[in-house]
């Protein structure tokens, strides 16, 4: 009997790793590049329509790799125009990707695990149980349908002045630890951020951690993007609580690591993220030691209101204790804006992200029709 092995699809691969994957077809390395745009600057389906190939080459590519990447299995639509969509890998698994638009720009924020290991006490992907790393193609693909979605490929690579775009700017602040998956990370920011792949400027790329120390200093080094420090606390004993890595690498590790961080000059600032919990972290005490806290950094604060989700232990601030804390940290020299919450109706907001991993009913599957046929419509016009 003939065992149909699936094809490897080359969606995820930087230029050398797709050069070493192609080699055994022979392709010239001009070919190679050719692929590579193929892929990254116009988002190509099939091999098919790589025209400037040979159909010999052609036929040979799609022989032995294909081009698949996660597909929709759910899309929502926001009153506030955020869009969350459910993305469906190859072997079944289900990862949330969030649209933000903006007035001045437009963030796609993505997940880098499906479900977390992390299990801080604020978040609602931390309940999930499934977890595995995404592959650098599942990461990359999350850019990749969005571009789809908005009609965002060209012909051309496009410069780094992309403002004009839907998709301007990548937060890596979906579900999972992106620093607990470095190598994948890696790859897809590579292509990400390739001036031949899908060009995306550096400095439009924020990566979110909870603290992986050692991964910091290599994620300034090797990857070169925005960071973004899940802070939420000021003393070991209640981060302790709150983040849970924090036991293994405390208050202390994390700021000496930040303050090496090479991107963190005054133009580049690390965000600390701050999550506001009423009666837990909330007190002007805790907004001064914050203060106190990111002395010597370049820095800026983003507090977010608490985006509660079934069974949340907590609840959020008040925006009366949300405006005092600002006004401490402005008088202390940063600007903390608050961010606002996007998506909560459809919890696609900070922490609300869970996949399930199961098949869902014939009523979810006609919502998810009606959805996406808003979705479809909405960005017809
Ligand atoms: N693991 C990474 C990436 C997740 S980013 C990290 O921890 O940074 C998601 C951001 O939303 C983090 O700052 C996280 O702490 C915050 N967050 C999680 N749950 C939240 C909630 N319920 N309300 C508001 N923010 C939350």
């Not at 149909?4 to 797709?18: E, I, N, Q």
């Not at 609580?241 to 208050?251: G, I, S, T």
Request: charged residues 25%.
């Amino acid at each position: 009997m003939r065992v149909l092995t699936p094809r490897p699809s080359l969606v995820g691969l930087p230029k050398p790793a797709l050069a070493e994957a192609l080699r055994e077809t022979g392709l010239s390395s001009y070919r190679v590049s050719q692929v590579y745009r193929w892929l990254y600057v116009r988002g190509a389906r099939d091999f098919d329509g790589m025209t400037d190939l040979s159909r010999r080459d052609r036929a040979t590519l799609a022989e032995r790799f294909s081009l698949a990447r996660p597909c929709v299995s759910n899309a929502r639509l926001s009153a506030d125009g955020a869009r969350k969509w459910l993305l469906r890998l190859a072997d079944g698994g289900e990862v949330e990707t969030v649209y933000i638009p903006e007035t001045d720009r437009g963030t796609l924020c993505i997940s880098s695990q499906i479900g977390c290991t992390l299990t801080c006490r604020f978040c609602h992907t931390g309940t999930q149980r499934l977890v595995r790393n995404l592959d650098a193609g599942e990461i990359l693909g999350q850019i990749m349908h969005a571009r789809d979605v908005f009609g965002e490929w060209s012909g051309r690579a496009v410069p780094l002045a992309d403002r004009g775009r839907h998709v301007s700017n990548i937060v890596l602040m979906g579900m999972g630890e992106p620093l607990y998956n470095f190598d994948n990370v890696k790859a897809a920011m590579a292509v990400a951020t390739d001036g031949d792949g899908l060009a995306i400027s550096k400095r439009r790329i924020t990566l979110s951690t909870a603290g992986v120390v050692p991964m910091m200093d290599r994620c300034g080094e090797e990857i070169g993007v925005n960071l973004a420090v899940s802070l939420h606390a000021v003393t070991d004993e209640l981060r302790d609580e709150l983040v849970p890595l924090n036991r293994k690498y405390p208050l202390k590790e994390l700021m000496a690591a930040c303050r090496r961080y090479p991107t963190a000059s005054n133009v580049r600032r690390i965000t600390f993220e701050y999550v506001m919990l009423a009666g837990v972290n909330d007190s002007p005490g805790e907004a001064r030691a914050l203060a106190r806290l990111l002395a010597g950094i370049p820095a800026k604060v983003n507090l977010i209101p608490f985006n509660p989700w079934p069974g949340s232990p907590y609840t959020c601030s008040t925006p009366e204790v949300i405006e005092r804390f600002v006004d401490i940290l402005a008088a202390a020299g940063y600007t903390s804006p608050v961010r606002t919450p996007r998506g909560r109706d459809i919890l696609a907001a900070c922490g609300q992200l869970r996949s399930e991993s199961r098949r869902p009913n014939a009523r979810e599957r006609r919502e998810a029709e009606q959805t996406r046929d808003k979705a479809v419509l909405e960005d017809a016009r």
